[in-house]
């Protein structure tokens, strides 16, 4: 059964991770602390390394020992909306929304201090685990294109994919509580190597969190959809965001290539599906295109955005949207990748 923490949480952390285990070990020591804990109806009352929690109905949040119904923040007295998120909400889910403006730009190296949203300790320390367990390779399926491509950005703009965290706890006004379940349960994840959905089968506790960050994160999709546009024109992609898992044999090299020629217009529409097997021509394409894409050594952000803005570059008949997005050295075996690509296209209809 899916577990609602890996569902929820992941909407923030934006990837299955490798490894989450969180403890939180059911147990009957002080049981009798919940006692006379009716967490305002709306909740049960269960014990937490000896100290009563609540766990909360859909559309509540915990407060204390209190579940307190989820509303929409308040705008604060002294502060505006945090910086991060110009960028409207996002009609569709990323990887299929149309290509961004052309030659996009990446982050600059340092985030303003002035940028960063209001947060506190444990705010910091929930977004730092949210973005070390995003960089840790999943145990097992393969790679995938858009897994491999998020760690790269975590890599590159770590920072600034922590102020998007940040603000969207503060824009949400997640309270303490669900910040602090979410931790215990990231650096579980993190210590002992399972995944988060094994945890929350295993223990209520976790499942109970879960649910709380999934009435957050319904309650704030829009929030979450701006942090996802504008993640993907920062980035080149939206970390903190879901993405259709391709696991073709080949791995992500195969991803590639098959996703880039999805984009040309008439290739046959199995070229999407894991288990068909391509005609003799687009067969060639595809191993040909492998050896290129190889060859270059392209980071995973690189290879992602060949998919990603596959039909502007197929258009342009250029790598420019995906320079925007290459360190200096990276640049040159980009544009060679990229034209060999554009050489095993089809030729159109009307010169056939």
Same mark, same amino acid.
């Given at each position: ?24 070990? !059911? *147990? ?6 919940? &006692? ?12 937490? +390394?000896? &100290? !009563? ?7 509540? #949040? ?6 307190? =119904? ?18 409207? !909400?996002?009609?569709? !889910? ?13 982050? =600059? ?10 947060? @506190? /300790? ?5 977004? /730092?685990?949210?973005? &070390? %367990?995003?960089?840790? %390779?999943? /145990? ?7 897994? *491999? ?8 703009? #770590? ?20 910040? +602090? ?33 999934? *009435? ?30 391709? #696991? ?36 060639? #394409? ?7 894409? @190889? ?13 990603? +803005? ?16 290459? +360190? ?25």
């Amino acid at each position: 059964m899916p577990s609602r923490l890996c569902s929820a949480v992941r909407i923030l952390a934006a990837a299955v991770l490798a490894g989450g285990a969180c403890t939180w070990p !059911p *147990t009957t020591r002080g049981r009798a602390a919940c &006692d006379g804990i009716a967490c305002s109806g709306h909740g049960k009352c269960a014990v937490v +390394r000896g &100290d !009563p929690a609540c766990a909360c109905d859909p559309g509540h #949040r915990p407060e204390g020992l209190n579940c307190l =119904p989820l509303a929409a923040p308040a705008a604060p007295a002294t502060a505006g909306p945090p910086p991060v998120v110009p960028t409207p !909400p996002a009609p569709m !889910p990323a990887e299929l929304a149309p290509a961004a403006p052309a030659q996009p730009r990446p982050p =600059p190296p340092a985030v303003p201090r002035s940028a960063v949203p209001p947060h @506190d /300790a444990e705010h910091d320390r929930l977004c /730092a685990l949210v973005l &070390d %367990a995003l960089a840790v %390779a999943p /145990a097992a399926g393969g790679p995938a294109l858009a897994e *491999t491509a998020k760690r790269d950005a975590v890599a590159r703009y #770590r920072d600034h994919l922590k102020v998007d965290c940040l603000a969207f706890l503060w824009e949400a006004k997640v309270g303490a509580d669900a910040v +602090r379940c979410a931790a215990a349960a990231f650096e579980a994840a993190l210590r002992e190597g399972v995944g988060l959905d094994v945890l929350a089968a295993r223990d209520p506790l976790v499942a109970a969190c879960g649910g709380t960050w999934k *009435t957050i994160a319904e309650a704030r999709a829009d929030a979450l959809r701006r942090v996802i546009a504008a993640q993907r024109e920062r980035f080149g992609v939206a970390v903190f965001g879901f993405h259709r898992a391709y #696991r073709f044999e080949g791995g992500a090299t195969a991803e590639t290539c098959r996703r880039f020629f999805a984009a040309v217009p008439g290739a046959p529409e199995g070229l999407l599906a894991p288990q068909w097997a391509p005609a003799a021509d687009w067969r060639e #394409r595809i191993d040909a295109c492998g050896r290129a894409v @190889d060859g270059a050594g392209l980071a995973p952000l690189l290879r992602w955005c060949l998919v990603d +803005r596959a039909p502007a570059v197929i258009s342009a008949r250029s790598g420019a949207q995906c320079e925007a997005y290459a +360190r200096h050295d990276e640049k040159e075996p980009l544009g060679r990748a990229v034209g060999a690509l554009l050489a095993l296209l089809p030729a159109p209809p009307d010169r056939l």
